[in-house]
């Protein structure tokens, strides 16, 4: 299945190959600041009881990202029993890697248990069988600008996916920023040597 966001954007929160993404009303989305997930996205609460529940999502396993400051949350698979996540109190991003599930589609529920402040970053689903996997973390409205800055903070999360390609398409919203064209030639630059240093084998389509 690969990367799922956590955004409340229509366009890009829903997952493709037919899953399903529903956030309760209590989170707050963190754009290109702080902690942040693979598309730039992060939410936010200090509500016990909110949720953000994906649906028929093929894959063998769920990573949570979250910080891993404060905050603490527990998650169900597949309808199942709730597992609670405590915050280890480090200046950390937390990975949370449920275990391994049979091939098929699955369920994931994160939901929020106190109210310490809790960000959850994203979720990474990998696939269960041969094929090409996708991991969709486009951000609508970026630009080279915005992924030169919050990129080297998400490194790590890209060298874990391990993708064989990056495909990246950006220029029309630093057209409209009148962006010139040596300042976005060093941004893109800058993005794409960041790229190559997190997943040095994979090519990189622009």
């Not at 951000?139 to 919050?150: E, L, P, Q, V």
Request: charge should be negative.
């Amino acid at each position: 299945q690969g990367w799922l966001s956590v955004s409340g954007v229509a366009d890009l929160s829903q997952p493709i190959n037919g899953g399903s993404f529903v956030r309760s009303a209590g989170w707050a989305q963190v754009e290109f600041s702080g902690r942040l997930g693979l598309d730039g996205f992060a939410v936010t609460t200090s509500t016990a009881g909110e949720t953000l529940a994906w649906g028929n999502i093929a894959c063998r396993s769920f990573t949570i990202y979250s910080d891993d400051v404060s905050g603490a949350f527990e998650y169900a698979v597949d309808g199942g029993a709730w597992t609670q996540v405590a915050s280890g109190g480090t200046a950390a991003i937390r990975k949370t890697v449920t275990p391994e599930l049979p091939e098929g589609r699955h369920s994931l529920v994160v939901r929020s248990v106190n109210t310490s402040p809790l960000r959850v970053c994203g979720v990474f689903a990998p696939g269960t069988a041969s094929g090409v996997e996708i991991s969709q973390a486009g951000h609508g409205g970026s630009d080279s600008g915005n992924w030169r800055t919050f990129f080297p903070g998400v490194a790590a999360i890209l060298t874990e996916i391990d993708p064989d390609v990056v495909f990246v398409a950006l220029t029309t919203n630093d057209a409209r920023a009148n962006r010139a064209p040596s300042t976005f030639k060093n941004y893109m630059e800058t993005f794409v040597a960041a790229i190559r240093a997190a997943v040095p084998n994979a090519a990189i389509e622009l």
